[in-house]
């Protein structure tokens, strides 16, 4: 099946600074999500990307549609405590249009 | 957005046991997926339903897992028998236009 990389796969940072990932694929993807998943909860969709090039926001997150279509990036920006969480890139792919692939995660966890 | 329900949300049982979980996607949504997440993996796909039908199980281990959908809105899935590698969270998630939300999931510890 498809596979999605994604990194880092954990990030400590200081509360305040910016935090990026990515995720890549070797495969076109149509369309590409963003999720959160907190401990005990199922993931909460924060970004949803429908075409190449796009660039959305989301309060302090950001995030781009790569141009190649096989790319995307979360930008989260002044990070603050309650941003810990595990990050997920999801996305459909133009051969498998039906099937939600995800990531691996991104573990991040904020300082004080 | 969808509202989905799952129930229990843990549940230990030993091997070879069988056990079961429930999801209502409050909101009727016609497409709805059950996910096995593992410990520190994303979440992957075990059965899509469309309505009353099954339109990808491709990765459900038929041998041991099903899942059904009454009058296309709660859905059950299955384990039965239970083995130690079923560990994980079970999530439910029902789909608007593109977006799949997921409910807060099951999670099945089996000892």
């Known amino acids: 099946g498809q596979q999605l990389n994604q990194s880092p796969q954990s990030m400590f940072i200081q509360e305040g600074e910016d935090v990026s990932m990515n995720c890549t694929s070797s495969s076109i993807f149509n369309t590409w999500l963003w999720y959160k998943q907190e401990p005990g909860e199922g993931p909460v969709l924060l970004i949803a990307?429908?075409?190449?090039?796009e660039l959305t926001s989301n309060g302090r997150l950001t995030a781009q549609f790569g141009i190649t279509r096989k790319d995307s990036f979360l930008n989260i920006s002044a990070s603050i405590p309650s941003d810990v969480g595990i990050y997920f890139c999801a996305g459909y792919s133009s051969g498998s249009a039906r099937q939600l692939t995800f990531g691996s995660g991104t573990q991040l966890t904020v300082l004080p | 957005e969808a509202g989905v329900a799952q129930s229990p949300r843990y549940k230990i049982i030993e091997k070879r046991q069988s056990v079961a979980f429930w999801c209502n996607p409050i909101s009727g949504h016609a497409t709805l997926y059950w996910y096995q997440q593992i410990l520190g993996q994303g979440p992957k796909l075990l059965i899509q339903f469309q309505n009353n039908g099954v339109v990808d199980d491709s990765q459900l281990p038929k041998d041991r897992f099903s899942a059904e959908r009454l009058k296309g809105v709660d859905s059950t899935l299955k384990i039965q028998p239970a083995k130690l590698e079923d560990s994980a969270v079970y999530l439910c998630a029902a789909k608007t236009a593109y977006e799949q939300y997921f409910g807060p999931g099951t999670r099945l510890t089996v000892t």
């Open positions: 990307l429908y075409k190449a090039g």
